[in-house]
């Protein structure tokens, strides 16, 4: 009888473990900048690599105990097809990280980049990893709210930081939309596959700050259901 | 010799009780971090040991008296080996149960074995169906009552705490109701219960105390209130120090209500063997209830902390209002079935509890296949009993 009592609850708070796998995808956003630096610094980034490689690792352990979890729970906080979707955004945000410190990898500039391109290179990695750290206190923020029973004040608060999310996102498509069009204005003095290598960063780092708003937008849907 | 074995028999059921059934009255407050699982043991084995004596009369007239009518069974014997049956059956049953990890109640056990060795001697018209019928509506009406009151409490504290702009502040104002009504209900139930001390003295005793512990706790509130961290922290730490009470209310309660299920047919057997007469009515011992309540409490203490530890382990999301919850409302239904006579199971007003809770958002609930658990041992239970009670009973008539 006992262990039917403990059996009514799961033994891991899915929201907790979704808190869990955000702030393991925060801590391998936190290496996007110092990868950059040591980058430009002509330094190796493979040990940063292997780091987020273990942290990627420690995400799909936790997807895989939110599914199990959730596919036997009966009484739910939130829809199990939203809370998967969220789960699903995080995880591309950290595969999207790895991506991109692996790209890093695979390529050596032929010519400096001149410093305005390398401003607007940093200041997008900085909107991106701003994003995924209020994408984190918003996943946060969804345990106060249902600690709060769902109360009407903590949504509010809630909506504050997912509105946050989605301002630095816009902010970091306007980035993006800059750097990508200095790029291309140097398609004669650069050479082709630097350019093309320098795209696909910018590419990398705005999907970084794409998925993060997903996250936001599906938690903003969930708080107001 | 036979009373030996009797008392041997009644010493094993109260002992598996404890062993298995108590820590459904502990198991939210260990699992919500309130009390630790030493803690838990050794207030429930002291608890469930003085709900017994103090309480547990009532309930245990009502299951040897209401389900075998005694016109019926004419020679001692007879009753004498039924009630042997009737134990040992649900013995062996909830062993196997607990072996199995099903859910059983005792409860349901031990009303089935009597019905069983009942139907055996003089056929269905032994029981009294009116009273069976009653005492399965109370296990199909006292999960949906738990499970209500839960959703209910949950929803008000929500309400009037949780989702207020500050719940400190909220909890500052509502704490001492909330401690008022707690302490009342505990107090009047024990006044008019245990103490007999009638409705007007209990209602003036339950003001009384409640009103001191409501202004004791406004002044806890207000310092608890200045120091505070963070508002929600506040407000579990309030629930906290009322669930450990909502807890013992629990323990308590369980003792009353289901010292029964061991004491119930082992006063049957000892009035039988003493007086050689089968009277109607069947008076209970002091001491066949504490011996009961005792065994309840060595089940505890011997086997109930590992049971405990694995509950502390495996329940990592409950918290203290919601454990408050659960715990408030499991044991207010078992007490108010405690008054009304009737026999119900705390493990199903704990499921129906928890649910409640569930349905109103307050906690996340495994499926797992557990309700379905719930209505296949609601019906294995008593046929199941009732089966091996009836067998028994045949074998047993033959050698006393």
Redesign the interface.
């Known amino acids: 009888m006992t262990r039917f009592v403990g059996k009514m609850f799961p033994k891991q708070s899915p929201l907790k473990l979704l808190y869990e796998h955000a702030i393991v995808t925060h801590n391998a956003a936190q290496f996007i900048i110092p990868a950059l630096n040591s980058y430009f610094d002509n330094q190796s980034i493979d040990q940063m690599c292997t780091q987020v490689d273990i942290l990627e690792d420690k995400a799909d352990e936790l997807k895989v105990m939110i599914r199990e979890s959730y596919s036997k729970l009966k009484f739910v906080y939130f829809d199990r097809v939203d809370i998967l979707t969220i789960l699903h955004e995080e995880d591309a945000v950290i595969d999207a990280v790895d991506d991109f410190l692996k790209s890093l990898t695979l390529n050596k500039l032929e010519k400096p980049l001149t410093k305005d391109l390398k401003d607007l290179l940093f200041e997008l990695a900085q909107n991106s990893f701003d994003s995924v750290h209020m994408m984190t206190m918003a996943v946060e923020d969804l345990l106060t709210l249902v600690e709060s029973s769902f109360s009407p004040s903590i949504a509010s608060e809630e909506d504050k930081l997912t509105a946050k999310v989605e301002t630095d996102e816009s902010r970091t498509d306007r980035v993006s939309l800059q750097l990508g069009k200095k790029i291309y204005s140097m398609k004669n003095s650069m050479h082709p596959v630097d350019l093309y290598f320098l795209e696909k960063l910018a590419g990398l780092l705005t999907r970084i700050a794409d998925h993060a708003e997903n996250v936001a937008e599906r938690i903003r849907m969930i708080t107001h259901t | 010799m036979l009373i030996f074995l009797a008392i041997v028999t009644g010493f094993a059921m109260a002992f598996a009780i404890g062993a298995?059934?108590v820590?459904?009255s502990m198991?939210?407050a260990v699992?919500a971090k309130a009390i630790t699982p030493k803690q838990a043991v050794i207030i429930a084995s002291i608890l469930e040991f003085l709900g017994a004596v103090l309480f547990g009369s009532h309930v245990t007239l009502t299951i040897v008296k209401g389900i075998v009518k005694p016109q019926v069974i004419t020679q001692p014997e007879i009753l004498i080996a039924g009630g042997f049956a009737a134990l040992i059956s649900s013995s062996i049953w909830i062993l196997a149960a607990?072996i199995w990890?099903?859910?059983?109640s005792t409860t349901h056990s031990i009303v089935g074995g009597m019905a069983g060795f009942g139907i055996a001697a003089s056929g269905w018209d032994a029981v009294n169906w009116k009273v069976m019928i009653s005492i399965v509506s109370s296990w199909i009406l006292s999960p949906l009552a738990g499970g209500l009151l839960a959703y209910s409490v949950?929803k008000l504290?929500?309400f009037l705490i949780?989702?207020?702009?500050s719940?400190a502040k909220a909890v500052k104002k509502v704490g001492p109701i909330l401690i008022w009504i707690t302490f009342f209900i505990i107090v009047y139930l024990f006044g008019v219960k245990t103490l007999k001390i009638g409705q007007t003295n209990s209602i003036w005793s339950a003001t009384i105390i409640a009103t001191t512990a409501a202004i004791g706790g406004y002044f806890t509130l207000r310092k608890y209130y200045r120091i505070r961290t963070k508002d929600?922290e506040l407000v579990e730490s309030i629930f906290k120090r009322l669930q450990i009470m909502t807890s013992c209310y629990v323990s308590f309660s369980h003792g009353a209500n289901d010292v029964a299920n061991a004491v119930g047919p082992l006063a049957v057997i000892y009035w039988v063997i003493r007086t050689g007469v089968i009277s109607p009515k069947v008076e209970v011992p002091i001491w066949v209830l504490a011996l009961g309540g005792f065994g309840i409490s060595v089940g505890v203490l011997l086997l109930g902390y590992r049971?405990?530890k694995?509950?502390g382990r495996?329940?990592?999301?409950?918290?203290n209002t919601r454990g408050f919850c659960i715990d408030f409302s499991t044991a207010s239904t078992v007490l108010i079935s405690s008054v009304l006579g009737l026999p119900v199971s705390t493990?199903h007003i704990?499921?129906g509890s928890?649910?409640g809770v569930?349905?109103a958002?307050?906690?996340?609930?495994?499926?797992?296949g557990?309700?379905k658990?719930i209505i296949l041992s609601w019906l294995a239970t008593v046929p199941l009993a009732a089966g091996l009670s009836a067998l028994l009973f045949k074998f047993l008539v033959k050698v006393i």
Do not use: C, H, K
């Open positions: 298995n059934d820590a459904n198991a939210t699992g607990t990890g099903m859910p059983v949950f504290i929500s949780l989702r207020r702009p719940p929600y049971v405990m694995t509950i495996d329940i990592t999301q409950l918290n493990t704990v499921v928890v649910v569930g349905v958002r307050g906690v996340e609930v495994v499926n797992v557990v309700l658990n």
